[in-house]
C-alpha cells in the first residue's frame, strides 16, 4: 500500500472483530483505534466486552479506557479524537486499523458530520429520568411524535440512541439527522472496509457463550458498584440495564441473563442491518472457533 490508509473491521458484536483487528496491526506493524461507544469508558470493563489484557498490550489501542462515563462522548467527539489518533498513527505508519460495531462512529470517521450544539447537562438528566421513570415506550412515543425523520431510521430498540435524538431535538428544534452532513468528506487517505459475517446461529452461539463468561467473569460486582451513576448515559445499555433491574427486585439474576442475551442478540441484528447498507464493505467468513 503506496499511500496511507485506513483498514476499518466492523460487524456485529461477538462477530470476532477484535481477534481480525489484531492480526492485521500486527500485520502492519500498526496501531488500531476502537469504534466501540462503550470500550473508551475507563469504568466499565466486563459487560463491554473488552479486548483482555494480554490483547491491549499486544497492540496498541485508542479510544479504549480514553475516557470517563462523566465525559459526554459521543459521534462528533469520536470523529475529532480518530482523525487525530490517525494523524499520530501516520506519523510512522502507512496503515492504521480500526475496528467496531458502532455504525455511526465509524461512518462520522469516514464522511463527516456537521457540529451539533451543545446540549444542557440538565436537560440531558431530565430526559434519562423520564426515560427511567416511563420505559422505552414512552422514548419510543416522543421520537414518533416530534421526530418522524429520525423515527423512521431510527434504532427503535436503543434508547441511547433516542435520547440523544430527543436531547437534540429539544435543544435546537431539529431533528438530529438534520445534522448529518449532506455531502460526504473527502478524507486524506485511503479507507478500506472489511466486514465479519458468521451464520446467524454461530453468531447467537457466540452471545450467548459470551454473556455467560460476563457473569462468571463478575458481572453483577461490576453493575453494583456502578450503581451511583446508573442514571449517566454510558450505563443506559445493554448488560447494564438488565443488571439493574435484578438488583431493584424486579427480575430475577436468571432472567436478567436471559434479557441480556436476548437483547444482545436484537442488538446484533440492528448492527448487520446497518452494515449491509453499506455497498463499500468487502465481506469476510469468520473461521469457526
Known amino acids: ?9 466492523m460487524g456485529a ?5 477484535t481477534k481480525r483487528s ?7 506493524n500498526t496501531s488500531i483505534i476502537s469504534a466501540d461507544s462503550r470500550q473508551c469508558f475507563k469504568e466499565l470493563n466486563i459487560g463491554v466486552a473488552k479486548p483482555t489484557a494480554e490483547e491491549l498490550s499486544s497492540v496498541k489501542h485508542y479510544f479504549i479506557n480514553s475516557h470517563s462515563i462523566h465525559d459526554v462522548v459521543n459521534a462528533q467527539v469520536f470523529e475529532n479524537y480518530a482523525l487525530n489518533a490517525v494523524e499520530e498513527i501516520f506519523k510512522k505508519n502507512d496503515v492504521a486499523v480500526m475496528a467496531g460495531g458502532t455504525g455511526m462512529y465509524i461512518k462520522a470517521f469516514c464522511e463527516g458530520l456537521d457540529e451539533i450544539p451543545t446540549v444542557d447537562a440538565a436537560l440531558r438528566e431530565q430526559i434519562i429520568q423520564s426515560y427511567h421513570e416511563n420505559g422505552i415506550e414512552w422514548l419510543q412515543s416522543e421520537i414518533r411524535k416530534n421526530d ?13 440512541r433516542m435520547m440523544r435524538a430527543l ?3 429539544k435543544t435546537t428544534g431539529k431533528s438530529i439527522i438534520t445534522f448529518q452532513k449532506k455531502k460526504q468528506i473527502s478524507r486524506p487517505f485511503n479507507i478500506k472496509k472489511i466486514g465479519i459475517q458468521l451464520s446467524k446461529e454461530q ?8 454473556v455467560d463468561e460476563m457473569v462468571r467473569a463478575g458481572l453483577v460486582d461490576e453493575v453494583k458498584s456502578l450503581l451511583p451513576y446508573r442514571n449517566l448515559n454510558p450505563l443506559q445499555t445493554v448488560g447494564y440495564s438488565e443488571i439493574f433491574e435484578y438488583l431493584d427486585g424486579k427480575i430475577s439474576l436468571e432472567q436478567s441473563i436471559e434479557k441480556i442475551k436476548t437483547n444482545t442478540r436484537q442488538y446484533a441484528k440492528r448492527q448487520r442491518t446497518w ?15
Do not use: C
Not at 503506496?2 to 473491521?9: D, L, N
Not at 458484536?13 to 472483530?17: C, E, P
Not at 489484531?22 to 502492519?28: D, F, P, R
Open 1 to 9: 500500500m503506496k499511500q496511507k490508509t485506513v483498514i476499518i473491521i
Open 22 to 28: 489484531i492480526q492485521l496491526a500486527s500485520q502492519y
Open 203 to 210: 453468531l447467537h452461539f457466540n452471545i450467548n457463550n459470551r
Open 275 to 289: 452494515f449491509k447498507k453499506d455497498d463499500e464493505i468487502n465481506w469476510e467468513t469468520a473461521k469457526r472457533n
Open 167 to 169: 436531547e437534540v431535538l
Open 148 to 160: 418522524p425523520l429520525f423515527w423512521k431510521q431510527a434504532e427503535q430498540k436503543n434508547p441511547q
Open 13 to 17: 458484536t461477538a462477530s470476532g472483530k
